[in-house]
């Protein structure tokens, strides 16, 4: 658990990381999850907090849901859920 510095000119254009206490434009982002932070402090503050503790289900929540194609892999699906 450290906070990484983000490279603002490797950032893809157009986005922009807010920091998750404050909403301030953020300059590190947490190394276990994707949680971005203005300070130092900010970080320590909320993986003091909770953060240590829900980490791991951040990273599943904040990853792009999958998508389903084709019919076929929708009742495939729906099967598998049952």
Known sequence: M???AI???SRPKGV???CEICGKP???Q???CPTYYCTH???DIDWR???HLIAA???VLRERPKLIGSEEERERRNEELR
């Open 2 to 4: 450290t906070a990484v």
């Open 26 to 28: 953020a300059t590190l």
């Open 57 to 59: 289900d951040v990273v």
């Open 30 to 32: 947490c190394s276990d």
């Open 49 to 51: 907090g909770i953060r």
């Open 16 to 18: 922009r990381y807010e």
């Open 7 to 9: 490279s603002q000119l």
């Open 41 to 43: 402090e900010h970080f």
